[in-house]
Nanobody
Framework: QVQLVESGGGLVQAGGSLRLSCATS????????MGWFRQAPGKEREFVAR????????SYAHSVEGRFTISRDNAKNTVYLQMNSLKPEDTAVYYC???????????????WGQGTQVTVSS
């Protein structure tokens, strides 16, 4: 069993930055790919970023590429999402997720956190 707890969400003005953290339990963190997803009101949950077993393997949704950076600290069992140049359309609940596969679909991920709200004001 893997438990994921997100933190770091909040209210920020457009152009600002936030750093989300996802702390995980269990001894399998380093063997799992990790992803960030988001869900805006009335919309489907969508892929944001993912990171592989090694920190240099990452990919991003086109909408956030160049603004967001995903990273992981295997010693702390934590994955991060640094979000810069935030836009009102980035407003959503952000979820981290853990997977034994390298994928960008919701079904690729086995465990999910409870989510953290990010609100970007214009």
């Amino acid at each position: 069993q893997v438990q994921l707890v997100e933190s770091g969400g909040g209210l920020v003005q457009a152009g600002g930055s936030l750093r989300l953290s996802c702390a995980t339990s269990g001894r399998t963190f380093s063997s799992r790919a990790m992803g960030w997803f988001r869900q805006a009101p009335g919309k489907e949950r969508e892929f944001v970023a993912r990171i592989g077993w090694t920190p240099d393997t990452t990919s991003y949704a086109h909408s956030v590429e160049g603004r967001f950076t995903i990273s992981r600290d295997n010693a702390k069992n934590t994955v991060y999402l640094q979000m810069n140049s935030l836009k009102p359309e980035d407003t959503a609940v952000y979820y981290c997720a853990a997977s034994r596969r390298w994928g960008a679909s919701l079904t690729d991920y086995d465990y999910w956190g409870q989510g953290t709200q990010v609100t970007v004001s214009s």
